[in-house]
């Protein structure tokens, strides 16, 4: 028994009629009853009632036929999951992701919705600390960080997906008291960050920004998140410096956003290893490079 011979025989089942299966897979009247005829052989049972001018089904060829069907139905099945698997369509990824502005990584997530609706996504939301260590790992499938947290001669292929700008960050009703390349007005302000423990990327970028605009920020609170920061400064509890990339959603009524005359950017980017062989992150990431391509001019 193969599988052809259960093809014939289904399509004879469903047609009754010898010649019209023939037809329907491309073979001759005689070589389609003689692979029944085998097929009846191995089952040892009469599948077929024939005569001059009907065919009909035995009891055991109705039984059969019921078995057989289901078997076809499945193989197929397995057949377009194992293509879709290989290819991409259906399976599973591990994405690591830094939990400070996940619009980049939502952008990319709707997009492969639409593409690959049966492909689990499985998002693991980390510190800054957390974060070096699942690059340092290397356990992910993909992942999306920033410029600064990868481990030094790391093989980790990348995709810058943004170079966000820093600002300086106010309660609302002190909008007018600063200009973008002097913060002298700010130096007996309260000054709240991020704790360089959980994000040191971001903690060295803005230390090194208030360095170069003369600014000594009085420090009176590091924060783990900077949502915690952006919510104090709407307080009205001191001022800070975020990227504009972090600051994007937050509603502008609450506090007053000031873009720094500083070259600093923070950069951030996804990141897979380039010997991944998962065929469904590999689709992912092709994505990633469609919505984000290189910058003419800028380095990748």
Partial sequence: MDIDQLRYFVTAAETLNFTEAARRHFISQPAISSQISALERSLKVKLFRRSSHQVRLTEAGRAFY??????????????????????????????????????????????????????QVDLSFFNGREMTQALQEESFDLYFAVEGLFPARHQMEQIVMER??????????????VRPGDLS????????GTARGEGPVLHDQVLQICRSLRYVPRVVNLYNRADSVLISVAAGMGVSVLPASIVEHWPRDEVAVIPLETPQKMVSVAARRRDCANPAALRFWELVG???????????
């Fill in 66 to 119: 019921d078995d057989a069907a289901d078997i076809l139905e499945r193989l197929e099945a397995a057949q377009v999951r194992a293509a879709n698997i290989a290819e991409g369509r259906v399976g599973r990824i591990a994405v690591a992701t830094l939990a400070v502005s996940p619009s980049r990584l939502g952008r990319c997530l709707s997009a492969f919705y639409q593409r690959c609706p049966e492909v």
């Fill in 164 to 177: 966000s700008p820093f600002c300086l960050i106010l309660p609302r009703e002190e909008a007018g008291r």
């Fill in 185 to 192: 007005a700010l130096r007996d302000r309260p000054f709240i």
């Fill in 290 to 300: 469609e919505l984000f391509p290189p910058e003419p001019g800028l380095p990748v």
